[in-house]
């Protein structure tokens, strides 16, 4: 199985702050890397496909960059309805599978 | 806008199989492939395998021989049977489309059941 790695696990930062997350898999999945925010309680939003696709209708802020083995997730300036935990997954190999999550705290 | 709904029985006996129904709505099944993903509490999500509208299944090897996938295209929903459960299945269980064209994605995903494996 393809294992992914994120980091940090967790994150504290404020309204406005630009954050990173980092993800990287143990083998190449050039650009089959997706990126989901999952609020408590509620369905999994799809934020980016394909390593640096825009889902349409998500926020201009969120972008998304990497190949290969190493990706991120930058926030450019988070806003209050961010805040929530963070998936990366990939889709190169099944099992997919998916980063162990970043929670995004205030 | 395409809707899924996970429904079925929120408590399971251990060695009991588990039951639960996706419901799609605003859109039809066919075409897709249909996703179940699983989140015990406290814990990462863990892929649990698809299923094609035509029938084809894909499972999760660490699961497989426990795992049935189906698909119900009269009734636009897909059904998921995890048989022989234990405590270690209690978990939040999500239905998800995946889109496939040159790349592999989920979206949209259900709100998710909660299923708890208890006497």
């Known amino acids: 199985d393809i294992q992914m790695t994120q980091s940090p696990s967790s994150l504290s930062a404020s309204e406005g702050d630009r954050v990173t997350i980092t993800c990287r898999a143990s083998?190449?999945?050039?650009?089959?890397l997706n990126w989901y925010q999952h609020k408590p309680g509620k369905a999994p939003k799809l934020l980016i496909y394909?390593?640096?696709s825009l889902k349409s209708g998500v926020p201009s802020r969120f972008s998304g960059s990497g190949s290969g083995t190493d990706f991120t997730l930058t926030i450019s300036s988070l806003q209050p309805e961010d805040f929530a935990t963070y998936y990366c997954?990939?889709?190169?190999?099944?099992?997919?599978?998916f980063g162990q999550g970043t929670k995004l705290e205030i | 806008q395409v809707q899924l709904q996970e429904s079925g029985p929120g408590l399971v006996k251990p060695s009991e199989t588990l039951s639960l129904t996706c419901s799609v709505s605003?859109?039809?099944?066919?075409?897709?492939?249909w996703n179940w993903i699983r989140q015990p509490p406290g814990k990462g999500l863990e892929w649990i395998g698809y299923?094609?509208?035509?029938?084809?299944?894909n499972y999760n090897p660490s699961l497989k021989s426990r795992v049935t996938i189906s698909v119900d295209t009269s009734k636009n929903h897909c059904s998921l049977k995890l048989s022989s459960v234990t405590a270690a299945d209690t978990a939040v269980y999500y239905c998800?489309?995946?889109?496939?064209?040159?790349?592999?994605?989920?979206?949209?995903w259900g709100q998710g059941a909660l299923v708890t494996v208890s006497s």
């Open positions: 998800a489309r995946m889109y496939s064209t040159s790349s592999y994605w989920l979206d949209p």
């Open positions: 605003g859109g039809s099944i066919s075409g897709y492939y």
């Open positions: 299923i094609y509208s035509s029938g084809i299944t």
């Open positions: 083998q190449s999945i050039t650009t089959y």
């Open positions: 394909a390593a640096s």
């Open positions: 997954q990939q889709s190169d190999n099944t099992p997919y599978t």
